[in-house]
């Protein structure tokens, strides 16, 4: 469970990601980038990335962690910290017990960690504070080094980056205690480090795929610059079945004549152009639609991440004709089915929404903005009061959205606005 606290537009919030699918719907924003931001940045902090790298909010290189507004806009208006989290349950000595890691970062008087703690069914692994008086930015690291009695060690760290990805360091620091019991600590802080970090976040830029790129690349960079290189190498993989086959079969389907298939325009310098068959000639990157580029890296990111990754996609069908929309929803489930990835959504596209079935539904997840309490908040889609009366009468998923329908069911004092309808439509009834 991933869990936000004054980040962003968010008091708070928590959504669960251990599910294979994850979609979020939410009009303009209503906080949907802000809690796939918020997934990203705990990601960034659990690998050690040093604050100050934060602050002007862009990357400098293509897969270069960078945040909207940098690390000073991650504050809801009127606080001065956010804290970031994620819980859930691990073996540690043989039980299967719950764990909470939290970090609280301030952006007053300077961005730096005041808070950060791992509890592991109420055991504090290592407990990080500030001492407010000073505001040096210093944090006093309290952690167990697993030897009988109740005072734990002590150190201090400066808060430039998470104490999490300095574990190792902590444990290094002190020979007392159980040994064995302090290696069981290790591996676990480094198991929820890596699920933290496996996090693939896409944000494909059709014009970044159409120039050439240098081969030998088969990992797919965020912003799917390097898609010729990657298709390339698909191209030459042994696999049955291909790789690139799975790619071509989707594909096809978008455009109104059909792609019959890939090609390669190879420079003698070793760079490479994608080309598609599309009649009697071929068509190379720089003339291919928007849509059709971006559909085409969501599948190719898929099909050549890790098995068992997660991956984050935002508004996965932007671009995509309506009519082609079930044609790469059918894709994503086919391919995170497969390779048991974890896939995280967000959409406005009705058509998308329409096409869903009973087993996408019960993992959409509302953002709206409460009014009244000047925050954005998140619930999941049968959550609602009456969804199921809702979906029955008002057509599709898409079409509820269309129509606003959620915000006016989830805005506050909606039961009483219904009861007012009602008292007015009875006094005019009577009145006549």
């Excluded at 205690?177 to 480090?193: E, F, R």
Aim: glycine share 6%; with cysteine; charged share 25%.
């Amino acid at each position: 469970m991933h869990y936000f606290r004054n980040f962003k537009n968010y008091s708070t919030a928590e959504i669960n990601l251990f599910s294979n699918f994850t979609l979020l719907i939410g009009k303009n924003g209503s906080g949907k980038s802000n809690l796939i931001e918020g997934v990203e940045l705990l990601a960034a902090l659990a690998e050690g990335r040093p604050l100050h790298e934060m602050v002007e909010g862009r990357g400098y290189l293509p897969n270069m962690y960078s945040i909207r507004g940098g690390i000073h806009s991650c504050v809801k208006f009127g606080e001065t910290s956010f804290s970031l989290g994620f819980s859930g349950f691990y073996k540690f000595l043989n039980k299967n017990e719950p764990f909470d890691y939290c970090i609280t970062v301030s952006v007053d008087p300077f961005p730096c960690v005041i808070a950060e703690h791992l509890l592991v069914a109420g055991r504090k692994i290592f407990l990080a504070e500030s001492e407010s008086s000073t505001r040096d930015g210093l944090l006093n690291v309290q952690f167990d080094n697993f030897a009988r009695g109740g005072t734990k060690p002590h150190k201090k760290f400066f808060g430039d980056r998470s104490i999490i990805s300095r574990y190792e360091e902590l444990t290094e620091s002190n020979e007392a205690g159980d040994k064995n019991k302090k290696l069981k600590a290790v591996q676990m802080v480094a198991s929820i480090k890596r699920y933290l970090q496996s996090s693939f976040v896409f944000d494909p830029s059709p014009k970044l795929m159409r120039d050439y790129v240098r081969q030998g690349q088969n990992v797919l960079l965020k912003d799917g610059s390097n898609i010729s290189a990657v298709l390339h190498s698909m191209s030459l993989s042994k696999a049955d079945p291909s790789p690139l086959a799975n790619v071509l079969s989707v594909i096809r389907q978008i455009p109104e004549e059909p792609f019959l298939n890939f090609g390669f325009v190879i420079t003698t310098q070793h760079d490479v152009l994608l080309t598609l068959q599309s009649g009697k000639y071929p068509v190379d990157a720089r003339l291919v639609s928007d849509g059709t580029l971006r559909a085409m890296a969501v599948v190719t990111a898929l099909e050549s991440i890790n098995d068992g990754s997660r991956v984050v996609i935002e508004e996965f069908d932007n671009g995509l004709h309506p009519s082609r929309a079930e044609v790469l929803l059918e894709a994503i489930r086919e391919i995170v089915a497969r390779k048991k990835l974890n896939i995280l959504l967000s959409t406005h596209n009705p058509a998308s929404l329409n096409s869903l079935d009973a087993d996408w539904l019960k993992n959409v997840h509302v953002c709206y903005w409460d009014a009244l309490e000047d925050t954005s908040k998140l619930t999941g889609l049968l959550d609602i009061p009456d969804v199921d009366a809702l979906l029955e009468s008002n057509g599709g998923l898409g079409d509820l959205v269309t129509k606003s329908v959620f915000e006016k069911h989830l805005a506050p004092r909606f039961e009483e606005s219904k009861k007012q309808v009602a008292k007015d439509w009875l006094r005019r009834l009577v009145n006549e």
